[in-house]
């Protein structure tokens, strides 16, 4: 198998209520490795700019001022599978239909306020990763 590396978010929500630690925990105990990690507030310019994906869609002005509400935690993730490992460990977007023991049915307040954010696919991994970190700050 690959070795992958995926961009993680702790979003706003998470980090209010101080579950950092207790998130961090699923992903080691889940196979994978923090290779980078920072807590930072981001703007609404820089919200809306790493969500462009997501302009057009009905929920996009809500999602970026909740993502501008609060600090967060960025983080590179890195082991085998990483992209589709990390995303089974958060669980379904909407909690209400996530799987049991995932981070979004035992944490996430809302399909909104979802606790984690989490790449997609190996090239939405490395353009997310690279609009946080640069190479040098990624240790594996
Ligand atoms: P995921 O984070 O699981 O990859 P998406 O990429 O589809 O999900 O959506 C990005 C984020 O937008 C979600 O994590 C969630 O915070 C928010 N979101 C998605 N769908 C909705 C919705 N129907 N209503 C409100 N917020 C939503
Ligand atoms: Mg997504």
């Given at each position: 198998?690959?070795?992958?590396?995926?961009?993680?978010?702790?979003k706003?929500?998470?980090?209010?209520?101080?579950?950092?630690?207790?998130?961090?925990a699923?992903?080691?105990?889940?196979?994978?490795?923090?290779?980078?990690?920072?807590?930072m507030r981001?703007?609404?310019?820089?919200?809306?700019?790493?969500y462009?994906?997501?302009?057009?869609?009905?929920?996009?002005?809500?999602?970026?001022?909740f993502?501008?509400s609060?600090?967060?935690?960025v983080?590179?993730?890195e082991?085998e599978?990483a992209v589709?490992r990390?995303?089974?460990?958060?669980?379904?977007?909407?909690?209400?239909?996530?799987?049991?023991?995932?981070?979004?049915?035992?944490?996430?307040?809302?399909?909104?306020?979802?606790?984690?954010?989490?790449?997609?696919?190996a090239?939405t991994?490395?353009?997310?990763?690279?609009?946080?970190?640069?190479?040098l700050?990624?240790?594996?």
């Open positions: 198998m690959a070795i992958e590396r995926t961009l993680s978010i702790i706003p929500d998470a980090v209010r209520r101080n579950l950092t630690g207790a998130i961090v699923r992903f080691e105990s889940g196979g994978l490795r923090v290779a980078a990690q920072k807590r981001l703007s609404l310019a820089q919200a809306q700019a790493f462009a994906v997501h302009a057009a869609r009905p929920f996009f002005s809500s999602l970026c001022t993502m501008s609060g600090p967060v935690v983080q590179v993730l082991g599978n589709l990390n995303r089974e460990i958060m669980g379904a977007t909407d909690p209400a239909k996530a799987a049991p023991g995932t981070i979004r049915k035992d944490f996430a307040e809302s399909i909104e306020a979802n606790s984690v954010h989490g790449s997609d696919a090239d991994a490395a353009k997310e990763i690279s609009f946080f970190f640069s190479e700050e990624i240790v594996g």
